[in-house]
Every structure is written in structure tokens, then in C-alpha cells.
């Protein structure tokens, strides 16, 4: 996972996937009170990359509503893998 910026809530965040699989990727954040929220933009597939890593990339866009800490959820195909993220205030 790549990020552009600091991540802070009410802010457009742009993130890069390199994912390895097959299959169409999806991506969603959870907040630690349930609240879960969908890309504002993608999974957009990437053809191409200087970012040397496995797998394909893909970049998302994500708006977090509120500051605090965010799981966010990959699956493709069969595989599926979370990380957590601190999204601070404005």
C-alpha cells in the first residue's frame, strides 16, 4: 500500500494497491464503531508502474468521514488481507 499524503479525515486520499491473484479487487474501510464506507473512486486497475513490487496495482479513493482508526479490507479472488490506518483530523 502506497499513500500520497497524510491521511486526514474529510480529505480525498489517493492509495496504491500492488496485489498479487487473480480476479477483480475490492476494497472497503471499516471504522472501529462499524461504520464501513466504499472507495469514492476505484479499484482502478494501473498497466503500468515504476512501483516495483509483486502483484498488479490498482489505486483507490477514499474520503474517511471522521479522525480515528480505520480497517481497511482488500479481497481478490480468494485471498483477503486487512490493514489498520490512522486518520487524523483536519
Known sequence: MLFFDQTQARQDAKI??????TGQLTVQAQQEDGTIIQPIWGPEYHGGSNWDRPGDE???GFNFPEPGCWTLTVTRG???GEIRLEVVAP
Do not use: I, L, P
Open 78 to 80: 480468494e485471498a483477503t
Open 58 to 60: 490498482w489505486g483507490t
Open 16 to 21: 496504491v494497491w500492488r496485489v498479487t491473484g
